[in-house]
C-alpha cells in the first residue's frame, strides 16, 4: 500500500512539473510573440517602413509627415522629427542630457516618463570606440533609477550619429538593443526622445 501511494505522489509531482513547464515560453517563441507586437504596432500606427539604404539615399532624412521609420539591421525603426539646432554634430565624450517617453509595446501601456519633472533630466556619456558607440546613465535620472543600470539601450544611440544638439527621435527598440530589463524579459519599447542636448 504504502509503494502505491508513493507511486501515486511520485506521478502526481511529475505530472505537476510537467504542466508548469508546458505554460512556459521559449525563448523562440517570446521572440515571435515581440515581432508580431512590433508588426501590430507599426500597423496600428500607419507606420511607413523604408530601409536603410533608402533613408541614406534621402540624406538621411524621415518624411514626419508621411510618419516615415527608417529600419536598421540590428532591428531598431527611427524617425527623426527634429534633427537639433546645435552647429556640430554628437561627437565622443559629449554628456547627453534628454526627456523621454518609454512605452511598452507589448502591455501597450506607457512604462516610464521624465516629461512631468521640469528640472528632471537623464544624463548619460556618450562614448566611441572605433566602430561602436556606449552610452553610461549618470546617477540620479529616471532609467538609473528605475532599472539599476547605467547602460544606456543600445537602441537609444543610433540617432546620435544623424543628429545634432535639440533634436527629437522616435524610436522602435526591439529586446535586444533595449535595457536589461527589455533584454531579460523580450520586450520592445517605443521611445519618444525629445530634447537631446548636449550638456
Known amino acids: 500500500m504504502k509503494k502505491l ?9 511529475c505530472g505537476l512539473a510537467f504542466q508548469a513547464c508546458s505554460d512556459s515560453k521559449t525563448y523562440a517563441e517570446m521572440l515571435e510573440e ?11 500606427n500607419k507606420i511607413k517602413v523604408i530601409s536603410a ?7 538621411n532624412k524621415t518624411n514626419v509627415d508621411e510618419n516615415e521609420y527608417v529600419q536598421f539591421s540590428n532591428g531598431v525603426y527611427m524617425q527623426i522629427v527634429n534633427y537639433g539646432t546645435g552647429k ?12 523621454f517617453v518609454e512605452y511598452d509595446i507589448l502591455t501597450e501601456d506607457t512604462t516610464l516618463t521624465n516629461y ?12 566611441i570606440s572605433g566602430t561602436t558607440a556606449y ?18 539601450p543600445e537602441g537609444w544611440l543610433v540617432p546620435l550619429q544623424y543628429i545634432k544638439s535639440g533634436a527629437e527621435v522616435k524610436l522602435i527598440v526591439p529586446s535586444k538593443v533595449g535595457h536589461t530589463n527589455a533584454m531579460q524579459y523580450v520586450y520592445p519599447f517605443y521611445y519618444h526622445l525629445r530634447r537631446i542636448q548636449v550638456w
Open 34 to 44: 515581440e515581432k508580431d507586437a512590433i508588426n501590430n504596432f507599426i500597423k496600428t
Open 88 to 99: 556640430d554634430s554628437i561627437k565622443s565624450r559629449d554628456v547627453i542630457t534628454v526627456r
Open 53 to 59: 539604404s533608402e533613408f541614406e539615399k534621402n540624406d
Open 116 to 127: 512631468a519633472w521640469p528640472t528632471w533630466l537623464d544624463v548619460f556619456d556618450y562614448t
Open 5 to 13: 501511494v508513493s507511486l501515486f505522489l511520485l506521478m502526481l509531482t
Open 135 to 152: 552610452g553610461q546613465f549618470r546617477q540620479g535620472g529616471l532609467m538609473y533609477y528605475n532599472y539599476q543600470s547605467s547602460q544606456v
